[in-house]
């Protein structure tokens, strides 16, 4: 699939075939997300994979009330938690460089972008969810501290397939030269 059409088409999955993803795929998926740029070249992301039914139900537990990703987190055969490493991105020499702080959320969106584009055109399905309680989350899956839990995804073949969901204008989004320039 060419990157320009996977970008387009791609679409959050909420409901997952009982398919399995073989480990094949999934490395495709987690390559594809190794592969993207980070401050530095910190590459301050980590991915847990979870496919244990019971892990994968409680981590769909500190979903709150309402989260419609809940049931998509016990469907799909794999959740991916992408975590940060904290005090890496954003820091040259050990100092602080950045005017926006910690750059980990930003390499770990760059990295989660292309892991659910990868997934998308291996005919994979991915729901971004970033509403959680990531003190349960890091408490569930053991995580150390100098690491935080950013995002999840369910990951597996789609059950459905969505309809795209209207997009602003480019001339609403991008201006030329200064800011409101069309």
């Known amino acids: 699939m060419e990157v320009q059409e996977a970008i387009k088409s791609r679409r959050s999955i909420r409901k997952y075939k ?7 795929t999934l490395e495709l998926v987690l390559e594809a997300a190794r592969w993207a740029p980070s401050w530095d070249n910190t590459q301050c992301w980590r ?3 979870v496919r244990d039914t019971k892990t994968k139900s409680e981590l769909a537990d500190t979903l709150p009330k309402g989260n419609t990703a809940n049931r998509a987190m016990r469907q799909a055969p794999v959740v991916i938690v992408a975590c940060a490493e904290l005090g890496k991105s954003g820091y040259l020499g050990g100092k602080l460089s950045s005017d926006k702080g910690d750059w980990y959320m930003f390499d770990v969106a760059l990295a989660m972008q292309n892991l659910v584009l990868a997934a998308h055109s291996l005919g994979l399905g991915t729901v971004y969810i970033g509403w959680f309680n990531e003190e349960r989350v890091t408490s569930i899956l053991g995580i ?4 935080c839990v950013l995002a999840m995804t369910p990951l597996g073949y789609p059950d459905h397939q969505p309809r795209p969901t209207p997009r602003k204008k480019l001339p609403e989004i ?3 030269e200064k800011w409101g320039r069309k």
């Open 144 to 147: 150390p501290s100098g690491f």
């Open 47 to 49: 991915f847990i994979v």
């Open 18 to 24: 009982p398919d399995p993803v073989d480990d094949k």
């Open 174 to 176: 991008a201006f030329y």
